[in-house]
């Protein structure tokens, strides 16, 4: 099966010396996603960009996403899985530490509108899995846990791997090229959409990024650029 790799960098991108760099590198049909404003973490207008990517994509998608990137790819992907063939999502951010229109301050954090309830809440409907480390800063390692079994995930703990990202030492990373490689490899006869039965793409009002817009201009007068 041919297919396009999509990266889908974190909070403030990944810059030149980051692991998702190097993977692009690796890969000749990896391309990175575009259109997004990786200082501002607004889930409706990255999860649009990711699901543009998606929609343009020649072939089958993989997705490999890292932190506030894999809250915009599950939600992306949720209104089309049946053009994504699998998601590696690294180092997932607590969607309680963000609201719809960012980050939230330290005492609000947790105890107000956060964007727990605008992801998918079952199954993906595709293979997924969710690399974590027991001291990462942006999530604990039992709230990446308990989205990776809500999303039918396999979770991998990774140990003591800060955020997975260049402060914590990861540059170049051949065991994620590999794992990708071999879930690309163990799945490659599968259908899309097979898993949890045949699902078919999301659009309108019950798209769940339509509803993710609705919510966030009920927050900021948000004005959709793309239509749903």
Excluded at 104 to 125: T, V
Excluded at 181 to 202: F, N, T
Aim: overall charge neutral; glycine content about 12%; hydrophobic content about 45%.
């Amino acid at each position: 099966m041919r297919h396009t790799t999509l990266i889908v960098p974190g909070f403030h991108g990944s810059g030149v010396t980051h692991w998702q760099t190097w993977l692009e590198a690796q890969l000749p049909d990896a391309r990175r996603v575009t259109g997004i404003d990786w200082d501002e973490p607004v889930l409706a207008r990255w999860a649009g960009a990711v699901r543009r990517e998606i929609d343009g994509a020649a072939h089958a998608v993989w997705i490999v996403a890292h932190s506030f990137g894999c809250l915009a790819s599950v939600v992306a992907a949720a209104d089309r899985p049946e053009r994504v063939a699998g998601a590696l999502l690294v180092a997932p951010a607590d969607p309680a530490r963000f609201g719809p229109l960012g980050l939230c301050d330290e005492l609000s954090a947790g105890h107000g509108d956060d964007l727990g309830p605008w992801l998918p809440q079952g199954q993906l409907g595709f293979p997924c899995a969710v690399i974590a480390s027991s001291n990462d800063p942006w999530v604990r390692l039992t709230v990446a846990a308990y989205w990776a079994d809500r999303w039918g995930g396999r979770f991998i703990n990774i140990g003591a791997a800060g955020h997975i990202n260049v402060d914590s030492g990861f540059g170049p990373w051949p065991y994620c090229l590999e794992l990708l490689q071999r879930m690309q490899q163990a799945h490659e006869d599968l259908p899309l959409g097979a898993i949890g039965g045949a699902r078919l793409s999301h659009k309108g009002r019950r798209s769940a990024l339509a509803k993710l817009r609705h919510h966030t201009r009920g927050s900021l007068d948000f004005q959709p650029t793309d239509p749903v």
